[in-house]
């Protein structure tokens, strides 16, 4: 049979890393999906730019939706970015009965649902492996490789930029600013780093995985999130000398009455596997009652790793070319009509451990006051850990690591720590997750 | 649809597994697979032996060659081991056209090249995903998830009793006899632990891995093999002490020349990800040309985990049901007939880095004899470690890290160094992995 014809929409960083992985492996991609692969056209906003890879053979255009519905195209490979023409292009693609590859984890997260909704009823697939964790195969391990599992929870280091910033600060190079000014420098962070630092990027992923783990609609707008940018050293310290690093979690966890989705820093014992992936690499602990604990680990950004998610899906569409529609791999793992309407559960209602941080002044009965807190609200105190003992300081801080409770019993904690008279400003809450079940 | 039948040829730990788990997660699966999927009849050795799992409702039957080929029957697992009624069942069940699903890693790495000849021809699959690494998806991740990759190498803790061996030793539990018989107590080795702690159980594993990985026949015979029963606990110590950890690792790697497949204790620096996996568990590392490393953790064993492998390959086998046999998935990942026929490398010519422990009589000049026979032979010294001081003794170990050489360049020197008046005994030589590239 002839080649597969390819078109891309977007030829920047991920777009030129594929023509150029396809280029390259040409030989041995064919000698696996069993069809030669061929980009035949791309949209690019400026035709004159100088381009990363070789685009001799392949048409230039300035309109995506020439792309979107090239008689040439019989996979479209959206990585433009963005919800706007993003959703236009691939919503085209799939009227024109084209499979589509997207890297664009935000489309997905808040317009999957309608989009597989097409591509089902069209008889196409969107493959979206490149949109989580780069070349990490992730969304195909939960979908496929375990299938047989009831996933019970699953925790990611899915944003690259918040993880080069967590490593540094816990290598002692400085504040959260300063290693993010590093980070910039570097080119790991954008000029403007809300989307990765505040936790929206690594909320659009854990969706993702959440959606394909459970078998629940995609749900961005209920993700609990929180970013890594008010993180103050002084508690990366202190997490480490009670044997912990702080790492920034996309977590998505199966309750008795529901799905937790939540992303935060988090303290993680050291000794976890995944409390060693440092810098910008990535990784994703799935654990399900048949398999128990997995970790897939690797890049999750970068032209050729993010290239080589996108081709393993292009391979994958090839693959199941002459698969009855009906009968394909579901898109979000779970047969589409047969999707589970778990609720999402407030964050007030999660479950976990908390470290804690108060400011307390340095009196007799201080400690009393703050413990008889806690037992008040119902929450075990695991560890405490008062700092300082020089008679001449006037406030010291005093750190406790809670047993698990369910948030509003915290915040109702918190919320009288505050009144108190001998604790003084905010008090520091941060979640401790202990990986081990 | 109606139910798929599914016949299991052994219902020991993994087979009552299997049952367990399609039970437990009947519901999940069902609308994952699209289908559901049921136990229709099992072969079992002894009809009047208790079960681990629930049998109502299944025909149990002493004869496997029945469940090959019941008319009930659309996916075949075989979970009884051994290359000799194994065989047979997994050809008969080809031949009547059944779908196989195997756990049995000594099979298809001895015998795998004619049974996926055999189901090529009759247009069935037979996946073998709970052959490796239990209830890690790594035949998956490689042969989909890094499809786009020219995979340059792989390095695995594919065996969990060597590794839970080895993990006991570096935590100062006792010597190799002191921590099998442990391990033996724990039920995690086997009366006769030869097939897991001389490596031919991992060997067997690297073999289906390599070829996955590169497209080549499965090469069973061509595999260097060293096991962990002869590795003393003095050079867990000093490996310790110069940054690493000593773990059974199964190699494969891509060369200008061909590919090298070797099974041998490695050191590897502790901070890599890979030396931290510890006890039973088992990791998988590899490294593509565009994707950079990844790694792949989870449970190598056990009732559960291997038969949510089990599970994973029958989903998959109901999910491409449809799909033209010419189309699907190759076995070795690669389309059958284009595969390489790449030479692997005889151990002499591997490449990597030494460590070497010598017994020196103590006294002024050894030091230089020793250095120069390295010299000689081409090999640089990394790294020379002289342990002892007192006078008093007159045989002293000096431990030497070499830089990357050619195997024979090694024996060589090992060779002259045995030859020398001041060298006591036989010289200790482990390989060094940096896995940095």
Known sequence: MGPVGVGIAGLGVVGSGTVNVLTRNADEITRRAGRD?????????????????????????????????????????????????????????IAAGKHVVTANKALIASHGNEIFKAAQDAGVTVAFEPAVAGGIPIIKAIREGLAGNRVEWLA????????????AMADGEGTFDDVLAEAQRLGYAEADPTFDVEGVDAAHKLTILASIAFGIPLQFDKVYIEGISKLAGVDVDYASELGFTIKHLGIAARRDNGIELRVHPTLIPKRRLIAN??????????????????????AGAGADATASAVVAD?????RALTTDPDNRVPHLAFQPGKLADLPILDVNESRTAYYIRIAAVNRPGVLAEVTRVFGDSNISIETILQKGSGKSEEVLPIILLTQRTIEKNIDQAIEKLESLDDIVGSVVRLRVEHLSE
């Open 37 to 93: 692969i061929r980009v035949v056209t791309a949209a690019v906003r400026d035709l004159e730019r100088e381009r990363d890879c070789d685009v001799s053979g392949i048409e230039l255009t300035t309109d995506p939706m020439k792309v979107a519905t090239s008689p040439d195209v019989e996979v479209v490979v959206e990585l433009m970015g963005g919800e706007g023409v993003a959703l236009e292009v691939v919503m085209a693609a």
């Open 156 to 167: 990611g280091i899915i944003n690259g930029t918040s993880n080069f910033i967590l490593t």
């Open 277 to 298: 992936v440092d810098g910008v690499m990535n990784a994703v602990l799935v654990c399900g009652d048949a398999v128990g604990q997995t970790l897939h680990y690797g």
């Open 314 to 318: 292009i391979v994958d569409v090839v």
